[in-house]
Nanobody
Framework: QVQLVESGGGLVQAGGSLRLSCAAS????????MGWFRQAPGKEREFVSL????????YYTDSVKGRFTISRDNAKNTMYLQMNSLKPEDTAIYYC???????????????????WGQGTQVTVSS
């Protein structure tokens, strides 16, 4: 069992930055691939980024490439999402998620993730 808690969301102006954190419970954090998803009002939850267990592989959705950076610190049981050059369209609830198995084919599919946090709101004003 893994419990995930996101933090770091808030209100920021367009062009600004935020750093999200995802703190995990348990001693097995390093065995999970970790992902970030987001859900905007009236829209489906969408994949944002994934980082593999040893941080050797990272994926990003096209709309955040070059602006967002995913990272993790397995010693601290924490994953991060550095978000720069934020746009109003980045406004959403951001969720972190963990999956026991890594797949280069299904990394963006939310149904493949085993554990989810409660989400943190990110609002970008224009």
């Amino acid at each position: 069992q893994v419990q995930l808690v996101e933090s770091g969301g808030g209100l920021v102006q367009a062009g600004g930055s935020l750093r999200l954190s995802c703190a995990a419970s348990g001693r097995t954090f390093g065995t999970y691939a970790m992902g970030w998803f987001r859900q905007a009002p009236g829209k489906e939850r969408e994949f944002v980024s994934l980082i593999s267990q040893a941080a050797l592989i990272k994926y990003y959705t096209d709309s955040v490439k070059g602006r967002f950076t995913i990272s993790r610190d397995n010693a601290k049981n924490t994953m991060y999402l550095q978000m720069n050059s934020l746009k109003p369209e980045d406004t959403a609830i951001y969720y972190c998620a963990a999956r026991a198995s890594f797949s280069s084919r299904t990394y963006s599919e939310s149904r493949e993730y085993d554990y989810w946090g409660q989400g943190t709101q990110v609002t970008v004003s224009s």
